[in-house]
DNA sequence: CTGAAAGCGCTTACAG
DNA sequence: CTGAAAGCGCTTACAG
């Protein structure tokens, strides 16, 4: 069976505490008496009992990701790069998954601050993040948010340049002729709205006039990509489609794109021919369309590694009391051309 | 901050033996003092501290899911269905990506192990799992294997009905008329055998000879779906279409479709008049390409749901000392006809 | 440079 | 039905 530092310390004639020192070098120790403990150390095969170690240091080595909805491969990717960040620094994940509900997002803080994770990455369900203050009264810990800005509780974010992404996109527009451009997005919030802003300064800048009618958003009912395929984007596309003389559409995120893409596939509308599509966020079955689609491709990955990082630094503020200003990093997006625009 | 045991003893005026016997519902005691108790842990917002009860109790809480591709929504999906049944038994589920590497796979063991997981899900990078064997000699945990049979190592395990699956898949194209069929996997592992078996059987059924030269198997070099698009699939089809003269094909998995699909899509041929075609395993976006596309769909939730299961009664099992013989569970796949043959 | 000892917050035989 | 106490395996002031 497993055997413990005491074994350790008795099989190399030193005292646990010493044991201790060699193991965490936390202690200068005689080269001679660190010889003789990790001898005993190999002989013994022994290993550290981690929830000993946790226990004692007060901390469970966990960070908590929750995440608005999981089935998004952007999340999975943010969810990868985040990992891999952690694990250099000693820290595993927790993967927990919201399903776009308040409700659920907040049971899933109460239950990772009840398994005292470390620290918590989210990805927010709706802007409203006000709960945190008072779930977090009692153990303050480290967040940091992720793909959508909260409101009600500050912290650290890391984002994607979401607004210069949507004017690149509809300024690639308006260069191949189009005036008559709609915007459709799954959802009204903080992360759509940004995007809206760069359609809108790309429009202006280019002096075409803003028409609300061609900014549409989807509700958020469903979280499944299948449901997606017919929701409210489906709908709306149809609309502008069959209603207004658009030439051009720029889909906000991959969900709304599932809609808008379906509807084009059905009323049989030629891409690029017949109208242009540019989406935000890229997705590795854009290419096995037809057309293949042209997109503002976001690096999740590397959200997820900031993220890590930004966690792990005020980790290590907290332990050494210092306290400093939350930032907001920006995640810079690119737009791989393909045949649909 | 927060309070313990000792404090809510204290308030109610009994000893922490009785407020953990309350806590925990280990042992009678009178209704009164239970009431003092639950008042006192009200009044302090007490909540018990895992940290300190795991490591009294040797025990983490924790389940380690080891992924050979987590990329592969796949896999993702069986994370989603694993994690919803152990939080069912008060569980959390650490996710790792092997990256399709055994090295890789044996360290996330190691790193789990070392972090004292509970028990450990593993969806095998290859099927040599012997080291295993030594690993868990000192700590023996439960262990589940999906997706993969596993050789070297024996456990409890969950798999599609990889045979009868492909046997329906090879059937509806031989009731279509075609006697022509070709099937290309990403890779030769056991479950791209099983699927071949079944396709071989339907062969065999309706009398029509097995060309082994119709059987073809990628390498497994790269883990990317986007890479897999050019990769070695692609070029077996390339040759399929190209030298041979196959009417139909059957991809043995998502992976294989990308290449497969995009072979087909840039030599634009005609699906499903210049050629059928039908997969193993269904993603959301076969819905998107042209034609849809047609597939054997898998029940990734329903896998991890029951391993989730297993790994749970093999923890009730340890701890009441009974051992029962390890299972093999098969879950039933369906077919999904679209427009693709 | 090293050791004896306290203590982290629980659970659980054991005694009463 | 309840409590005093041991002990899980570490880490860390503190003393020498």
Redesign the pocket.
């Known amino acids: 069976m ?1 055997s ?3 074994e350790v310390a008795h099989l190399a ?6 044991v ?2 060699v ?2 070098g ?5 080269p ?2 660190e010889r003789r403990v990790m001898d005993a150390v190999r002989k013994l095969d ?1 290993q ?2 981690p929830l ?2 946790n ?3 007060g901390e469970s080595k966990l960070i908590g990701f929750v995440v608005c909805d999981l089935s998004n491969s952007f999340f999975q990717d943010v969810a990868h790069g985040l990992e891999t960040q952690l694990a250099k620094h000693g820290y595993r994940l927790i993967l927990i998954d919201s399903k776009e509900e308040k409700s659920i997002e907040m049971e899933n803080v109460r239950n990772l601050l009840a398994s005292s994770v470390d620290g918590l990455v989210i990805a927010p369900t709706t802007e409203d993040c006000s709960y945190l203050k008072f779930m977090l009264a009692n153990h303050p810990i480290p967040v940091a948010f992720v793909d959508r800005k909260p409101i009600g509780f500050e912290s650290d974010m890391v984002l994607s340049t979401n607004e210069d992404g949507a004017y690149e996109a509809v300024k690639h527009l308006i260069a191949k002729g189009h005036r008559e451009i709609a915007f459709v997005g799954s959802r009204l919030d903080s992360t759509m709205a940004e995007r809206a802003e760069g359609y809108r300064k790309a429009l202006r800048e280019a002096g075409i006039p803003v028409n609300a009618n061609y900014i549409r958003f989807g509700d958020s009912l469903s979280v499944s990509q299948r449901d997606h395929r017919h929701g409210a984007v489906y709908k709306h596309t149809l609309d502008l489609l069959t209603k207004h003389d658009i030439t051009a559409l720029f889909s906000g995120n991959t969900l709304a794109t599932v809609g808008a893409f379906t509807c084009l596939m059905e009323l049989n509308i030629k891409i690029p021919q017949d109208i242009a599509f540019i989406t935000f966020d890229d997705s590795f079955w854009f290419t096995m369309t037809t057309p293949a689609l042209t997109a503002i491709s976001q690096y999740p990955d590397q959200i997820g590694d900031v993220a890590g990082k930004m966690i792990c630094e005020r980790l290590t503020d907290f332990r050494n009391g210092v306290d400093r200003p939350h930032q907001l990093q920006r995640i810079a997006t690119q737009m791989i051309i393909r045949s649909s625009c």
Chains 1, 2 share one sequence.
């Open positions: 497993k413990s530092i005491k004639g030193v005292s646990v505490a010493t201790s020192y193991l965490n936390t202690k200068r120790v005689r001679e008496t022994y550290i009992n000993a170690r226990f004692r240091k």
